[in-house]
């Protein structure tokens, strides 16, 4: 470049006359309003469009802040400039200084998510991993902050620029929430709207003081690994029926599928059964007398029923409180459901005293397996 390119350059930047920005970008946050020496003619004009903010910066020191409108820039209406500069009395043209236009309207649709598990503590699962992801929204509330404490001397600072800050944030954030809300692990994804809010609330102060507001917050998911899925899903049926009602059906439904089953090997067994029947009707016949009294004797049991057994009840320990009673089948629930362990107190009719879970003969097949009597 010559001498008089470089001279006309510096002519047609240095008396610029309107301080204006048109944003044509849909992910810029701060552009640097760049002329020759950062020198701006005196009396030129200033326009702020709307979703503009206007930050006179000199020597690195935060000097004017403009909102929408336009404005003429001279002492009057430059006053921490003027106060800086010490222009008591007006100031030469051109000054110096650096003008930064700041975009303020709402950033929206921004993605978080966290990259690697959250561990939790749940009560009855133990150690558990989440992830979550979501969206939020963000604008810069105060613009001189955010460009004192964030952009500096860059001139042209971008959405993704921040974005990895702020995302890095929100999931330290976001971890602290959860782990402090102590929720049982299938109630986060059930509450993700509570929890959404709880969060913006946790984050907007960390947002603020770099001059950036936290507007929306969203979780969209709440994840776990699929086998922690399967076994809340089945702790909560189990939880929720009734064995007793449920070990009947499933009976009735055995019957009823071994009576259709002609050829199978229900049906054999039943035309077994019918077959015994018949042999004793014939041998009644071939031997009336004996056959009269065993009829008799039959007919006399047969009216007479033998006692039903009476199913063992099981009484247990829960929080220092006496639980149940309640048969063998829903006692092995409860373990499954980890709400009794190996070590709860258990009693039952015949027993002196109340012995852990793991002493009762019977009940020592929950922990895998019988244990062989000593040998002889």
């Not at 690697?116 to 991993?129: A, H, K, M, Q």
């Not at 944030?169 to 994804?189: H, K, Q, S, W």
């Not at 109340?354 to 097949?365: A, Q």
Request: charged share 20%; net charge negative.
């Amino acid at each position: 470049m010559g001498i008089f390119d470089k001279i006309k350059e510096k002519l047609s930047q240095e008396f610029i006359d309107i301080v204006e920005w048109l944003d044509y970008t849909d992910d810029t946050i701060a552009h640097r309003f760049e002329r020759y020496q950062n020198e701006i003619k005196n009396g030129a004009k200033l326009i702020v469009r709307e979703g503009q903010t206007a930050v006179f910066v000199n020597e690195g020191q935060l000097a004017d802040v403009f909102k929408p409108g336009t404005y003429d820039l001279t002492t009057q209406n430059l006053p921490i400039l003027s106060t800086l500069k010490g222009w008591k009395y007006g100031f030469n043209s051109p000054f110096k200084a650096e003008v930064y236009f700041v975009n303020t309207h709402l950033f929206t649709d921004e993605k978080w998510g966290t990259k690697n598990p959250i561990t939790l503590s749940d009560e009855r699962f133990g150690l558990v991993e989440i992830r979550a992801f979501g969206t939020y929204a963000f604008k810069i509330s105060d613009a001189g902050k955010f460009i004192v404490d964030i952009v500096g001397t860059d001139n042209n600072f971008t959405n993704f620029e921040i974005n990895e800050h702020l995302k890095s944030l929100i999931a330290t954030r976001f971890t602290d929430t959860v782990g402090e809300a102590n929720l049982p692990i299938e109630l986060y994804a059930a509450n993700t709207s509570e929890l959404s809010e709880t969060c913006q609330e946790v984050m907007q102060p960390e947002f603020l003081s770099v001059g950036i507001s936290l507007e929306k917050f969203y979780i969209e998911n709440v994840s776990m690994p699929e086998d922690l899925k399967k076994e809340i899903f089945e702790y909560s049926r189990i939880d929720k029926i009734d064995l007793d009602k449920l070990t009947k059906f499933k009976t009735a439904k055995a019957i009823e599928a071994a009576a259709a089953n002609e050829g199978g090997t229900a049906g054999a067994g039943m035309g077994m059964g019918m077959g015994f029947v018949l042999a004793q009707q014939m041998g009644g016949m071939m031997n009336p007398q004996m056959g009269g009294q065993q009829a008799t004797t039959q007919q006399q049991a047969a009216a007479v029923p033998p006692p039903m057994p009476q199913a063992v009840q099981y009484f247990y320990a829960s929080n220092g409180t006496q639980a149940g009673p309640v048969p063998f089948e829903q006692l092995r629930a409860l373990f499954a459901g980890r709400t009794i362990n190996r070590d709860t107190l258990i009693w039952k009719s015949g027993m002196e005293t109340w012995k852990p879970l793991n002493e009762v003969e019977e009940l020592k097949t929950f922990l895998g397996g019988n244990t062989p009597p000593p040998l002889p």
